[in-house]
């Protein structure tokens, strides 16, 4: 799955590779994944139009045109690819976006998870599905005081808290874990336990693993594979996430996985005390 520097990555190519292009034609072969337009709603909302520029919140990728916006959400497996038109269609691709200068965009996803929003312009951070998100870990709001807030009303694990979207957005799996080891908290810690140090760390290491794994193009491992040509490389720097059985690079202990609300979950038991 896509986590917030993933997409970071595919929002910086994209933008490399298709800004200033006009749409000449749209085709669609699965109209559920557009979730407040009909097909040709959709069809004549951008037809004729030119990307002036990509954008990117949380997961969310934002495609900008004069005056309306389309916010692509990649799920689990979405991806994009561009190909010249004479390319047959895979089985997996979604919506065709013909440009006019022969080149195609190409939403491919096996899993049919993925979503599109229509939205004008201004209305993006006011209107779901954006409006709905708390703040990237990075911004200014995001304080000791606003994160102590919230979480003093959750009694879930803190690994849930931190993957719920409405909390911080733009950590993911992989993200929560390297931050939880970094912070030593146990994963299954209730959210209003956690210290003032805990809520300080939370905040200090989300913004470095975030900052870290986008400057290297996110994490590419089995479970997401970037489609136009980048390959991430944080999963050579990855602290527990995907460590099962290894050695704790702090201590030497047996790095173990556990279910945390269904969610695979690496932890040291040494660094990580309940
Ligand atoms: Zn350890």
């Known amino acids: 799955m896509p986590e917030l520097p993933e997409v970071e990555t595919v929002k910086n190519t994209l933008k490399n590779l298709i800004t200033g292009k006009e749409i000449r034609d749209i085709d669609i072969f699965y109209s559920k994944m557009i979730r407040n337009a009909t097909e040709s709603e959709f069809k004549i909302t951008f037809m004729g139009k030119t990307i ?6 949380g997961k969310y990728l934002i495609f900008l045109f ?3 916006a389309l916010i692509s959400h990649l799920r689990m497996e979405g991806k994009y690819f561009i190909k010249d038109i004479d390319l047959p269609r895979e089985k997996h691709e979604h919506v065709i976006f013909y440009f006019t200068d022969g080149t195609t965009l190409r939403y491919n996803d096996t899993r049919k998870f993925g979503t599109y929003d229509i939205c004008e312009i201004k209305d993006i951070y006011t209107n779901s599905p954006i409006s709905k998100l708390g703040y990237e870990p990075f911004e ?7 994160l102590q807030n919230k979480l003093q009303k959750k009694s879930i694990a803190i690994k849930s808290s931190l993957l719920d979207q409405t909390i911080l957005t733009g950590l993911g799996n992989i993200y929560v874990d390297e931050v939880l080891f970094l912070s030593k908290i146990h994963p299954e810690t209730q959210s209003n336990k956690l210290t003032k140090r805990n809520i300080q760390d939370i905040i200090k290491y989300s913004r470095e693993v975030l900052n870290k794994a ?10 997401y594979t970037s ?3 980048v390959t991430g490389r944080f999963q050579n720097e990855l602290l527990i996430h995907m460590r099962k059985d290894e050695a704790c690079y702090t201590c030497g ?6 279910k945390v609300n269904g969610r695979g979950t690496y932890y040291c038991k040494e660094c990580q005390k309940k």
């Open 66 to 68: 004069d005056d309306i």
């Open 52 to 57: 002036k520029d990509i954008d990117r919140y």
């Open 253 to 258: 202990t047996t790095i173990d996985k556990i």
């Open 214 to 223: 986008i400057k290297l193009g996110g994490t590419t491992i089995r479970s």
């Open 140 to 146: 200014k709001e995001v304080t000791f005081n606003y």
């Open 227 to 229: 489609s136009l040509g």
